[in-house]
């Protein structure tokens, strides 16, 4: 399986990425430039988290025209499979290759802490080491999560089933407590038509492995390879 983290100025969890992925993988993906032109060959496109351009204008809006994302849309509508996380999913909603949009925080506060999540969908190549309701738990860190979208749009999302991840309590309640930016739904992750493009705001590589207090994100890219080599 080839892999392929896309870096921009101001990314923070390129690396963190990267280990998890190779862990998974068994050998190390490739980094690529926001200032390049085209992606390798490949079967994993990743967006990281952090702070792309400094998150001026809105999140993600800079780096969604920077020079690579011409090809990562190109290859995501062609079926590359595209995995999103915090400022990736920002990049992707600003991309077009996801519907809505990630507002600032209801709190209007920056959150960082560990959230519940209750797996939707098991059946894509992002969620595949999962059950569907199973309940896990990723940590967060973003001010501008919350996810938005028109009525309309929230009833396709709904519909077609693309709703990956909801955010829920330690019992997997969806009474609010457990939302922890004020999203639609609840939704913390969402899926293109086909299922080959996510973006979430969690961190799975952020909790996929031991030393870092849990290994619930390690399903996800264990299953990423599994499904994709």
Sequence with gaps: MKAHVIVFPGSNCDRDVAVSLGKAMGTPPGMIWHGDSEVPSTDLIVLPGGFSYGDYLRCGAVA?????????????????PVLGICNGFQILTEAGLLPGVLMRNASLRYVCRDVHLRVERSDT??????ESGQIIRIPIAHHEGNFFADDDTIDRLEQEDRVAFRYCDASGGMNGAGNPNGSRKDIAGILNKTGSVLG????????ADEALGGTDGTAMFDGLVEALQ
């Design 64 to 80: 969604a025209h920077s020079p690579i994302m011409k090809d990562v849309v190109s290859k995501a509508n062609s079926g590359t």
């Design 125 to 130: 190549a992002f969620t595949s080491k999962y």
């Design 200 to 207: 979430m705001m969690p961190h799975p590589e952020r909790l």
